[in-house]
């Protein structure tokens, strides 16, 4: 056989040793088992260890599986027995055992050596000391306690002797680094030593033994149970790792799971989180809920992927019965600590006799429950169990429990508290935001809203007004703040650009009615005079389908993109205003000839702005998106899409992001048809001759009565009431015909009652009845006064 090193030390003479495979069948066989009993390697190998038994000697199994030490009687080769104390331990998993006996004549073997007698001597605690070739040259009895073995039984054995632990092997490592280094070491183990009901944390100090010369000739090992300073390091520990790693989001079920991860294995083999669902109580948890309650698993930890959490995943819900401890720490407000569950009918929930002790699962000897409670509610419980680490649940532990528990109910109340509000303001903002945008004469359009992935709900709209003569209102905004407040002034700034642009006001005039509003929405949400933060961010655009112009004025907010046909995108160059909110500065319109089938790109700033990314970069980005729109085939849609896979990260924006899309249509000149009037009331009939002869070539017949009320009582009330120049213009689309009449005058018509004996005033309600609506507006030149029509279906 090989010959004996410290790393190969099978072969070493001071010990017999053999190995017993798990058919009972000899596999091993040392020198010093060959001196023992005469037997070499090749007589003995692959026969049964029975054999070797003296006659009328029986071997009982050990109490613990896995050692077995006392006094046996073997037959040695020529017949004789041989009395020895032997000691056999379990080796790896394949069932196999080593057996060792030491030799009584083994070198180093002498309990009264003044090296040995020295060392032990001097030790105030379990001491061992080892020779050069790692062999126990002497044990304490205190020492030998520990191991649970005779000291007079220990000397020439091996570390690896006592137990197949990988502690032990490590240990060896350690004796020889101290051998050859000469320097003392230290070493750190958590374990539950022979004879002990629980685990405890030792510390190994080795120190070189020398002799006269200097010579390093051993090591002497000292033990101690430091189990006090352990584990106050370990809950110390536990509670940093605590206040650090949970409660990072406002998540939910993230925050579950970050407890459940920081206890494993920290504290326990098992964790799992389970929540009441509040939607049982009226919206809000109860302060103690009464069994049989209903909890659902929103996170789990184990030590195994095959831990006994198999039976019940997140997302599912159980009822617990009043004998749980889940229930009992429910229903008393603090931490249930109790053994292993029942094995009768009586188990906790219909799953646990799965989860817990069932057939091929690993057995749970110590289970505890502590209530999740927060401002005087109680959210749930998290349900602590242990199979792995022998060690119950202790009062240090439940303390350490409750504490980070109650950490993180916290953070887990928190994180409910803004899930709920979160989506309170979502259903808030998206019944505010358009369902659908309008169908339109002026621009086809697309749109894409996303709330934030993690932040609060804010406050971005967009939005698309059909105005007065074929003419689209294209607006998009973003509010300052998160939450419920910023959903409900989006909504108000919404109403209030839909109020002002049904008056027709150009770009710049309505930005700045909408600063008066959001100035007067400061002071209003503001204390003890001192005003509020409520700010936002608005562009403006008034695209008109004839002239194929549009007018531009922006508060604070980006320049929209623009795709021409055929071109590359580019920013559109607009003056910059201040936000809304800040007032002083006044606001300035551009104008843009677009030719049809130009894209417009209007956005808030969550799209071209993130982490680790500046605004410039997702200009770029932006464009390179748009300019993918012809490959899309001409689609919005799937333009819209592209831009945000483009823009957005994977798991979502960080802030809310609005993004509106709008192709530009130009209508027709032979749709259009303009009249000058002169200032003559005796020319209206000739007028209304000439439209109802445009209605016929436009093949709108059917609405030449009406249209020619209309003209006759706009075109008179202008000569009567305005002043020079007059122009009618008639408008048409597949749906709609629009009648417009425009003069200098400043007055703008208004309906009125009229009485019985008034000879006029009933024109304009004339209008109102026969038309869909109508309305005016100013324009530079004076006013318009216009009414629009239904074209009936072909």
Same mark, same amino acid.
């Given at each position: 056989m090989a010959t004996m090193s410290p790393d190969n030390p099978f072969d070493d003479p001071a010990a017999a040793r053999a190995v017993i495979d798990a058919s009972g069948t000899v596999a091993g066989w040392n020198e010093g088992a060959r001196h023992l009993l005469g037997y070499s390697p090749a007589e003995i190998v692959g026969r049964p260890a029975a054999g070797l038994l003296a006659a009328g000697t029986a071997v009982s199994a050990p109490p613990d599986g896995e050692r077995w030490s006392g006094p046996l009687t073997l037959r040695h080769r020529d017949g004789r027995a041989v009395p020895v104390w032997l000691l056999a331990h379990r080796m790896g998993g394949d069932g196999a055992w080593l057996a060792v006996c030491p030799l009584p004549d083994a070198p180093g073997g002498r309990p009264d050596d003044p090296l040995t007698g020295a060392a032990l001597s001097q030790s105030p605690c379990a001491t061992v000391v080892f020779d050069e070739r790692l062999r126990i040259h002497g044990v304490n009895e205190a020492m030998a306690a520990l191991i649970g073995l005779p000291a007079d039984r220990l000397r020439g054995l091996r570390a690896i002797d006592i137990g197949d632990r990988p502690q032990n092997a490590e240990f060896e490592r350690y004796l020889r680094e101290v051998l050859a280094s000469g320097r003392a070491r230290e070493m750190q183990t958590y374990l539950k030593a022979t004879g002990e009901h629980r685990a405890h944390a030792w510390l190994a100090r080795m120190a070189p033994v020398t002799d006269a010369q200097n010579r390093v000739r051993g090591v002497c090992v000292t033990v101690h149970d430091f189990s006090s300073q352990y584990l106050a390091r370990e809950r110390l520990q536990l509670l940093n790792e605590a206040s650090v790693s949970i409660g990072t989001t406002l998540d939910v079920t993230r925050t579950a799971q970050e407890l459940a991860t920081v206890c494993v294995p920290a504290l326990a083999d098992f964790v799992g989180v389970d929540l009441l669902d509040p939607g049982q109580y009226g919206g809000e948890p109860p302060s103690r809920p009464a069994p049989p309650v209903v909890l659902r698993r929103t996170a789990y930890r184990s030590v195994g992927p095959d831990g006994p959490e198999a039976a019940t995943g997140t997302g599912t819900a159980e009822e617990y019965a009043a004998s749980s401890p889940q229930a009992a720490a429910l229903l008393a407000g603090r931490a249930v600590v109790v053994p292993a569950p029942p094995a009768g009918p009586e188990r906790w929930p219909s799953r646990d006799e799965r989860r817990h002790g069932g057939p091929g699962e690993r057995d749970v000897h110590s289970t505890m429950a502590v209530p999740l409670q927060a401002r005087g509610i109680t959210l749930g419980v998290a349900v602590f169990t242990r199979f792995r680490r022998p060690d119950p649940f202790t009062e240090d532990d439940v303390l350490l429990a409750e504490e980070v528990t109650a950490r993180a109910a916290v953070c887990i109340d928190n994180a409910r508290r803004f899930s709920r509000e979160r989506e309170t303001a979502l259903a808030l903002q998206r019944s505010l935001l358009p369902r659908s945008l309008p169908r339109t004469a002026a621009v086809e359009a697309a749109?894409?809203?996303?709330?934030?992935?993690?932040?609060? $709900?804010?406050?971005?709209?967009?939005?698309?007004?059909?105005?007065? @003569?074929?003419?689209?209102?294209?607006?998009?905004?973003?509010?300052? @703040? *998160?939450?419920?407040?910023?959903?409900?002034?989006?909504?108000?700034?919404?109403?209030?650009?839909?109020?002002?642009?049904?008056?027709?006001?150009?770009?710049?005039?309505?930005?700045?009615?909408?600063?008066?509003?959001?100035?007067?929405?400061?002071?209003?949400?503001?204390? =003890?005079?001192?005003?509020?933060?409520?700010?936002?961010?608005?562009? *403006?655009?008034?695209?008109?389908?004839?002239?194929?112009?549009?007018?531009?004025?922006?508060? @604070?907010?980006?320049?929209?993109?623009? $795709?021409?046909? @055929?071109?590359?995108?580019?920013?559109?160059?607009?003056?910059?205003?201040?936000?809304?909110?800040?007032?002083?500065?006044?606001?300035?319109?551009?104008?843009?000839?677009?030719? =049809?089938?130009?894209?417009?790109?209007? *956005?808030?700033?969550?799209?071209?702005?993130?982490?680790?990314?500046?605004?410039?970069?997702?200009?770029?980005?932006?464009?390179?998106? $748009?300019?993918? *729109?012809?490959?899309?085939?001409?689609?919005?849609?799937?333009?819209?899409?592209?831009?945000?896979?483009?823009?957005?990260?994977?798991?979502?924006?960080?802030?809310?992001?609005?993004?509106l899309l709008a192709r530009t249509r130009g209508l027709p000149a032979d749709q259009v048809a303009t009249w000058d009037i002169p200032a003559d009331p005796a020319l209206v009939a000739p007028i209304r001759k000439q439209v109802v002869d445009q209605l016929d070539a436009w093949r709108l017949t059917e609405a030449a009565f009406t249209t020619e009320l209309v003209v006759s009582e706009l075109v008179t009330n202008a000569i009567r009431y305005g002043a020079p120049p007059i122009r009618l213009r008639l408008i048409h689309d597949a749906a709609t015909l629009i009648c417009e009449v425009s003069d200098a005058g400043p007055t703008a018509p208004h309906l009125r009652r009229a009485r019985t004996w008034d000879e006029g005033g009933r024109g304009l309600l004339l209008v109102a009845q026969l038309t869909h609506r109508w309305g005016s507006r100013h324009t530079a030149e004076g006013k318009t006064i216009w009414a629009e029509l239904g074209l009936p279906e072909e």
């Amino acid at each position: 056989m090989a010959t004996m090193s410290p790393d190969n030390p099978f072969d070493d003479p001071a010990a017999a040793r053999a190995v017993i495979d798990a058919s009972g069948t000899v596999a091993g066989w040392n020198e010093g088992a060959r001196h023992l009993l005469g037997y070499s390697p090749a007589e003995i190998v692959g026969r049964p260890a029975a054999g070797l038994l003296a006659a009328g000697t029986a071997v009982s199994a050990p109490p613990d599986g896995e050692r077995w030490s006392g006094p046996l009687t073997l037959r040695h080769r020529d017949g004789r027995a041989v009395p020895v104390w032997l000691l056999a331990h379990r080796m790896g998993g394949d069932g196999a055992w080593l057996a060792v006996c030491p030799l009584p004549d083994a070198p180093g073997g002498r309990p009264d050596d003044p090296l040995t007698g020295a060392a032990l001597s001097q030790s105030p605690c379990a001491t061992v000391v080892f020779d050069e070739r790692l062999r126990i040259h002497g044990v304490n009895e205190a020492m030998a306690a520990l191991i649970g073995l005779p000291a007079d039984r220990l000397r020439g054995l091996r570390a690896i002797d006592i137990g197949d632990r990988p502690q032990n092997a490590e240990f060896e490592r350690y004796l020889r680094e101290v051998l050859a280094s000469g320097r003392a070491r230290e070493m750190q183990t958590y374990l539950k030593a022979t004879g002990e009901h629980r685990a405890h944390a030792w510390l190994a100090r080795m120190a070189p033994v020398t002799d006269a010369q200097n010579r390093v000739r051993g090591v002497c090992v000292t033990v101690h149970d430091f189990s006090s300073q352990y584990l106050a390091r370990e809950r110390l520990q536990l509670l940093n790792e605590a206040s650090v790693s949970i409660g990072t989001t406002l998540d939910v079920t993230r925050t579950a799971q970050e407890l459940a991860t920081v206890c494993v294995p920290a504290l326990a083999d098992f964790v799992g989180v389970d929540l009441l669902d509040p939607g049982q109580y009226g919206g809000e948890p109860p302060s103690r809920p009464a069994p049989p309650v209903v909890l659902r698993r929103t996170a789990y930890r184990s030590v195994g992927p095959d831990g006994p959490e198999a039976a019940t995943g997140t997302g599912t819900a159980e009822e617990y019965a009043a004998s749980s401890p889940q229930a009992a720490a429910l229903l008393a407000g603090r931490a249930v600590v109790v053994p292993a569950p029942p094995a009768g009918p009586e188990r906790w929930p219909s799953r646990d006799e799965r989860r817990h002790g069932g057939p091929g699962e690993r057995d749970v000897h110590s289970t505890m429950a502590v209530p999740l409670q927060a401002r005087g509610i109680t959210l749930g419980v998290a349900v602590f169990t242990r199979f792995r680490r022998p060690d119950p649940f202790t009062e240090d532990d439940v303390l350490l429990a409750e504490e980070v528990t109650a950490r993180a109910a916290v953070c887990i109340d928190n994180a409910r508290r803004f899930s709920r509000e979160r989506e309170t303001a979502l259903a808030l903002q998206r019944s505010l935001l358009p369902r659908s945008l309008p169908r339109t004469a002026a621009v086809e359009a697309a749109s894409r809203y996303l709330p934030a992935a993690r932040a609060g $709900l804010g406050g971005d709209w967009f939005d698309v007004i059909p105005l007065s @003569g074929m003419r689209v209102a294209m607006v998009v905004g973003d509010v300052v @703040g *998160y939450g419920v407040q910023a959903s409900a002034t989006m909504g108000r700034l919404r109403t209030a650009v839909r109020t002002l642009a049904d008056i027709d006001l150009p770009p710049d005039e309505l930005l700045t009615h909408l600063d008066d509003l959001v100035t007067r929405l400061s002071a209003e949400s503001g204390e =003890e005079g001192r005003p509020g933060e409520v700010g936002a961010s608005c562009l *403006y655009a008034v695209y008109d389908p004839v002239s194929r112009r549009c007018a531009l004025a922006r508060a @604070g907010h980006p320049s929209p993109v623009m $795709l021409p046909p @055929g071109g590359p995108p580019r920013p559109v160059p607009l003056p910059s205003g201040p936000p809304l909110g800040t007032g002083g500065l006044p606001f300035e319109s551009a104008e843009l000839d677009l030719p =049809e089938g130009t894209v417009l790109s209007f *956005y808030t700033d969550g799209l071209i702005e993130s982490h680790g990314r500046d605004a410039e970069t997702g200009h770029r980005l932006l464009c390179e998106a $748009l300019a993918g *729109y012809e490959h899309a085939a001409g689609s919005l849609e799937e333009t819209c899409d592209r831009v945000l896979r483009t823009l957005l990260p994977p798991g979502g924006a960080p802030d809310d992001v609005a993004l509106l899309l709008a192709r530009t249509r130009g209508l027709p000149a032979d749709q259009v048809a303009t009249w000058d009037i002169p200032a003559d009331p005796a020319l209206v009939a000739p007028i209304r001759k000439q439209v109802v002869d445009q209605l016929d070539a436009w093949r709108l017949t059917e609405a030449a009565f009406t249209t020619e009320l209309v003209v006759s009582e706009l075109v008179t009330n202008a000569i009567r009431y305005g002043a020079p120049p007059i122009r009618l213009r008639l408008i048409h689309d597949a749906a709609t015909l629009i009648c417009e009449v425009s003069d200098a005058g400043p007055t703008a018509p208004h309906l009125r009652r009229a009485r019985t004996w008034d000879e006029g005033g009933r024109g304009l309600l004339l209008v109102a009845q026969l038309t869909h609506r109508w309305g005016s507006r100013h324009t530079a030149e004076g006013k318009t006064i216009w009414a629009e029509l239904g074209l009936p279906e072909e």
